[in-house]
């Protein structure tokens, strides 16, 4: 296999995710309306409540909204993450995810394609939403948004990462309700999406290291130093830690000779 | 290196405790159609799990046009068209993005194959339905699809699960026809499984698994002289009641 034929190889996969993602527009306004609701309602809500102080990388008091706008493009990677794992899920139940392993490519390349395709239409959504919250008056930096692009990237890895990682453990679509109970929103609301973390350690010291050890916390901070041209070294470590960790479970998972396909699928 | 086009040498594997396959082997011949005939629940999608390395057994070897698929899996599998028994094509995406797909799944620039999938979709009358979504196509223009696709890289060894269950007799007819002219004509190996005996010709090469075990191989007449048998049918029932009594 040549260079350009893994080039092929990748391009077509994103394709064929992008245009998945465009024929679905449930899932398409879905992707949207979701962080957009928490922007102008919740943020607006809260807005009083919730005070932020100066802390790093803002320099000057902000307002709520744009506080939280970060953790709501994470938000949107941490869904696609799993969206991608469920349709891995209903990949494999439906059988199109047989297509994909029998390819001549190495499996964890193939993998790693799926991966990046999915974290790319994802990014897409992401800066699609930046655009309108930029009418919502959160505006960082113009170059923000180009520094922004790398943490998004590594961030939406590790996430679809995870995703993979726990479609390949799991036996059945029907599953999919307890990855959003057990994991999609422990991971949101135990982190600096919504809140600083000083705050949380204010009232328990015990869920402030939980969300200190969160790597979505760290996925949020990434692209919140980005977005205004810094770099959170202790995000970026923990992410691409992460990430590696993620990736090296998934695909031992779906290596037919050590992982976990051959118990979940039966046979005739 | 072997000349055959697949060579199964006492492969084994199992779910749990239960031996789904059990010392399964045999051999197929480049140019040869061969049924792999069995009821369900015989071990036929589980042996071909095996052969496209969905699963690894860690008993026998498979060994596809001499590349050994544990030691070689990627060259083994570049050998390969499939036809699953559950169908593959993303209903939402066109018949042609569908093809574009399996294209960079092969590493192939859909513009190199682009004459021979013009002519591949008008053999299955369904050039100027190219951009309609799968979603629209019916069951046997489905499978034809598939089958288009998974013949699109000219791989030398063509498997096919069940490929005709629930299609009407016109389109099981249709299909077992394209398989058959190319296997002829381009000499490829077809692996076709199934449990219909209808679709057994007297010269194919047959193997009979059941339970997991092969009772019987060779070519459908020598399996019927052997037998004692008019038909495959007989053939087949004669040799599963012995086994299961």
Known sequence: MKAIQYFRCLWGIFIREALRFLHQRERFFGALVRPLVWLFIFAAGFRSILGVSIIPPYETYILYEEYIVPGLAAMILLFSGMQSSLSMVYDREMGSMRMLMVSPFPRWYLLLCKLTAGTLVAIAQVYLFLGIAWFWDVQPPLIGYLLAFPALLLSGLMLGALGLLLS???????????????????????????????????????????????????????IRFSLYGQIGWVAFFAVVGSLLVFLAGAIYGYDPARGLMTRKQGGG | ????????????????????????????????????????????????????????SRNGSINIYGYDLKQQSRKALAQLGVVFQQPTLDLDLSLIQNLHYHCALQGINPEQVADRLQLAMEEVGLADRSTDRVRALSGGQRRRIELVRAL????????????????????????????????????????????????????????????????????????????????????FNQLTRSESS
Not at chain 1, 182 to 187: L, Y
Not at chain 2, 16 to 43: E, I, M
């Open chain 1, 168 to 222: 390949s453990a799991i036996k059945q679509l029907e599953n999919f309700a307890g990855v959003m109970n057990f994991v999609i929103f422990p991971m949101f609301f135990a982190s600096s999406a919504l809140y600083p973390l000083w705050r949380i350690k204010d009232s328990s010291l015990f869920l402030y290291e939980i969300c200190r050890f969160n790597p979505f916390t760290h996925a949020v901070e990434l």
């Open chain 2, 1 to 56: 290196m072997s000349e055959a086009a697949l060579e199964l040498s006492n492969v084994s594997f199992s779910y749990t405790k239960r031996p789904v396959l059990d010392g399964v082997s045999f051999s197929l011949d480049p140019g040869q159609f061969c049924v792999l005939l069995g009821v369900n629940g015989a071990g036929k999608t589980t042996l071909f799990s095996l052969i496209t390395r969905l699963f690894v």
């Open chain 2, 152 to 235: 699109l890289h000219q791989p030398r060894l063509l498997l096919a699960d069940e490929p005709t269950v629930g299609l009407d007799i016109h389109s099981r007819q249709a299909i077992l026809q394209q398989v058959r002219e190319r296997c002829s004509q381009d000499g490829i190996g077809v692996l076709w499984a199934t449990h219909l005996v209808d679709e057994v010709e007297p010269q194919d090469q047959l193997v009979i698994l059941h339970g997991g075990k092969v009772l019987a191989r060779g070519s459908a007449e020598q399996i019927m002289q052997q037998t004692g048998s008019d038909s495959v049918k007989q053939a």
